[in-house]
C-alpha cells in the first residue's frame, strides 16, 4: 500500500512564555525548526488545506510556573492553562502528535519502505525537491549524513515475519525455506556495514536467488552488467534490467535484518533492538517505550543466530545507560540463558558481535559500577574482557599497543576455524581493539589473533566459547569492523582468505552447530578450501511486470546443465505459450513474453503466471504476471 502525507515539524508542546523563548510557538516559530517527525501536519493538502476532524486531539501541556524549568516535575497536561501569564484565548487542546503509523496498525511480518520529499513552501512541484533517500541513486546517500549503506529507500520490519513460515501465509521461494533462523541486525546505521553484510550474504548464499536486494531495492547482478570504456562492470545502474525497484520485503531465505536508527547518537538512535525491556516509566513518560523490537520470547522462538555488527561505533552500543531506558544486555543475557518457549536446551543457538569499538563500549559502560550488568555479560556469557596494559589501562587500540603502524595487518585465525590468514585495516581512526580471554567455566578461546608486533603480543582479535553442557550456546566476538577485512594479497597460499570466504567458514561452523543452514547456493567461485563453491545459482524472476509496454522478461539462472521448460498460463490454468523447452548450459538467461499465445494472438488483459521448471535438479518457480497493455 502506497501512503503520502505531509509531516510536521518537531516542537515543545508547551505554550511558550516570555521566559522561556526556546520553547517553540506553534504559530511563530515553527519555520526555525529543522527537526521534523513522522506525525501529520495539521494542513495536511488532501485535507482542503483546514485541520480535520480525522485527527485527533489532545490536551495542550502547560507550565505550572510560566518562569520555572521545562521539565517534567513543571508540566501539566490536564487541558487548562498553568499560572499567571498565559493567554485564555489560547486553546487547551490540540491536532498535532498524530502518528502517520499509528500503535497497533502494523502487525509482526510487517515492512515498510519510505523516503522523505522536501520542497519549498507553495504549490506543489514536481521539478523542483529533494528527496532522502534519492530513490534513482544507491550509494552513497549524500543527503543522509551520507549514508553508505547502499539502499533506494529506508526501510524498518516488524518482527518476526510469520509470513515466511509456509502455511496459511506464503510467499513465493520462501515457502520452501520457511523461517528464516538468523536475525541480522544493523547497529551501525548509514556508515557501510549493511551494504557489507548484504554483498556478502547474496555472494555465499545466505539470500536466495530471487531474493537479493528484496529489502534494500538494489543488487548487483555483476554477470549482467554494464561496463565502463576500459571494460570495468558497471555495478550501480537506473537500467532495470540489473537494479530492482520493487518492494521486495524481508531477504527471507537464512536471515531477517533488524536496523537500529541514529544508532551513533547516545539519546536520540531509533529502534534499540532491546526497546521492549526497558523500564516502564510513570508520569509523562508513561507508555513511550518502544515496541519495535523483539520480545525476548520472539528472539528465542524464531531464531537460531543472532548477528550484530557494530562498525565502528565506540561508545554506546548496548542499552541501558543514563538517558537510554531499551536494555539491550537483559534482552541478550536472556537469549543466552533461558530456552525457547517449549523446547528444551537441545535447541542449539549463536550469537555473533563485531565491531572495533565493542569491547571499548562494553567495557567502559560496565567497569564504572553503576551498569555493571554491562562487563558482566562480556565476562560471564561471552568469555571476553579488554585488554588491560600497565596500571590497568584497558587496550583499546591494536595499533599504538603494538607500535605496529602499517596501514594493514595480519589477522590469523584460531580455535574451530583456524588456520586461514587475512588482512584488517590499522588506520589510526579503526581502533581495533585488542581482546582479553576470559578463564571461567565458559572455557573461552582465541579464534583470531592480529599480527605479532613489538613486545606487547601476542594480541587476541577474536574470541570463542563453546557449546558444551549446561550451555547450549556459541558465541563469537571479533575485534574489527566487518568493511575493514581483506583477503591477504602478500601470500600466494590457498588458505588466503577475503571477508566473504572467512564469513562463509563462520557460518558453516555456525550451521554445524545449531543447524541454521545456509538455504542458498554462493553466487561466485569461494577461495576456501575444501567447500568449492560456484559460479551461478538456481533462481527465477519476472521483469516488466505489469506488462503495459514492449515485453515482459523471465530472468533466471543455472547453476548446472539442464533442460528448462519456461510456460505461461492462465488463471484457469490453460497453456498460453511456451517460451522454452530445450537445454541451457550454466548461466543466467533472459526468456521475453509479448503477451502473444502460442498462435501469435494477443492475450487479454488479466493475471497469468509464468512457470519454470529444470529437468535435472527438480528445480521449480513460479510468478504471478499483470497484464495490462
Known sequence: MWNSARIDTADVNIYPVQSNPNVFDVNANFAASANWMATYHELDPRWNGAPQSWLSSHNRCFLNVPAGAVNSTNISCAGLPGGAGYDPATPTTSVEGNKIIPDGLLTPGAHVEYFFRIQADGPRDDVNFGMVPDTNVVNPQNDEGPSLDGHRWQQFAVLPDRWKNGSPFSYESDVATGMACMLYVDLNDRRGNEKAFVSLADSIGATAGDRRGAHNGWRAACNACLTDAVGNPIVVSGNPAIARYDHGGQPGSTWDMYGVKASESLTTSAGSLGGRTGTQATGLALKKDAKAGPTPDMLRQYYKVLLILTGDLNSGIFGRFINRGANDIVLLDDYMSIAAPGTSTTTKRALYIAGDGFIQSEYATGSGGTFSEHLNMLTNFLGVTAKLGPGSVPQYSYQPWSGNFADYVTVTTAGPIAGDTHVVGNACLWGNDVLDVVVNSLNAQASAFFQNFGTHGPYVAGVFTPIQSGKF?????????????????????????????????????????????????????????????????????????????????????????????????????????????????????????????????????????????????????????????
Open 473 to 629: 550456546y556459541e558465541s563469537y566476538v571479533d575485534a574489527w569492523d566487518i568493511r575493514h577485512l581483506f583477503k591477504d594479497e602478500g601470500s600466494n597460499t590457498v588458505w588466503t582468505l577475503g571477508r566473504i570466504g572467512y564469513m562463509f567458514r563462520v557460518f558453516s561452523q555456525i550451521q554445524a552447530a545449531t543447524g541454521c543452514a545456509i538455504n542458498g547456493t554462493p553466487l561466485v567461485a569461494l577461495d576456501v578450501p575444501g567447500v568449492g563453491g560456484q559460479q551461478f545459482v538456481d533462481f527465477m524472476s519476472v521483469r516488466n511486470n505489469p506488462l503495459v509496454t514492449g515485453r515482459a522478461i523471465v530472468h533466471f539462472g543455472l547453476a548446472h546443465a539442464d533442460r528448462v521448460t519456461a510456460r505461461v498460463y492462465d488463471v484457469s490454468g490453460r497453456l498460453v505459450r511456451t517460451l522454452a523447452d530445450r537445454t541451457f548450459q550454466p548461466g543466467v538467461y533472459d526468456l521475453t513474453w509479448d503477451g502473444t499465445d502460442d498462435g501469435g494472438r494477443q492475450m487479454e488483459r488479466g493475471v497469468y503466471f509464468t512457470q519454470l521448471k529444470y529437468a535435472r535438479s527438480r528445480f521449480t518457480d513460479a510468478k504471478k504476471l499483470t497484464v495490462l497493455k
